[in-house]
């Protein structure tokens, strides 16, 4: 039953249980195509998200789950299923939950500053010009470009750009963000720090993510539990992993840790071994 039909006057324990279920995919599922082309891509799928919990989606490519965080973010309508943010049914986009998406969507003609400034007066109309700019110096500067502020996309490195993307995303404090492959077109080096970054601000204000990923690593570093997807069609969530390692966390000692390393060998098997036994997406 969802949580909408909880009352926490009649159950102390509703409101923790409600935490639980925060972001609740129930029975969600996307097919494609119509009639006898119809393909069903991702099958039903049902996963329920605590509020501020780090959550990766891995699988193999094609498999599905930039299409099931698309359903989140209310770009794609599910075939089947229902979609509940903070006890509210979800149909379409809103300001409660943010994008960041592989290539960096940055108005061109707009400075980085005032990329973040626009975001902020149409996601919270009720900041007057001075909090909208006092909150955009804020992200800015946590996300290291103070000194960038004023140039427009053209005149940022990609690095730079995606950096825009994330402080624009946490600026509009939406309930939860949304990150498909986020550092997918950077080189490794800047894949690197900018993970960091996002971990820092991350454990900055612990708000609900849901980030698309290949990256074992990258899943192990960041994430709270990992939901590996299978081959597709028919795709869905086949494995939920807590990951072990306690808050702060320093990405660059894990691999030290023998937790990790199995962890990491026992992601891998699984990709692996969907992709000998599956079918051809
Ligand atoms: N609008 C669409 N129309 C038809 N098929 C689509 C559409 N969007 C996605 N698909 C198909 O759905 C499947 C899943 O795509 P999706 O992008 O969700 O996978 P993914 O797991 O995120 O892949 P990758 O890891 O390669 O980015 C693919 O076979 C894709 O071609």
Redesign the pocket.
Known sequence: MPETALSTHDDPSASSRHDASFLHLEGISKS??SGADA?Q?VAPTDVRIGRGQFVSLL????????????IIAGL?EPSDGLLWLDRRPIDGPGADRGVVFQQHVLLPWMSARENVEFALSCARPELGASARAEVTDHYLDLVHLGHAKDRLPGQLSGGMQQRVGIARAFSLEPKVLLL??PFGALDALTRHSLQRELLRLWEADRRTVVM?T?DVDEAIALSDRILV?NH??D?TVTRDISVPFDRPRDPDTLPDEAAYRRLRTSLLDSLTRDETTGDA?
């Open positions: 494609f195509g393909v891509i699988g193999p490519s094609g498999c599905g789950k930039s299409t099931i965080l698309s794609v498909d492959e698309v290949h997807m597709g069609p795709a997406a």
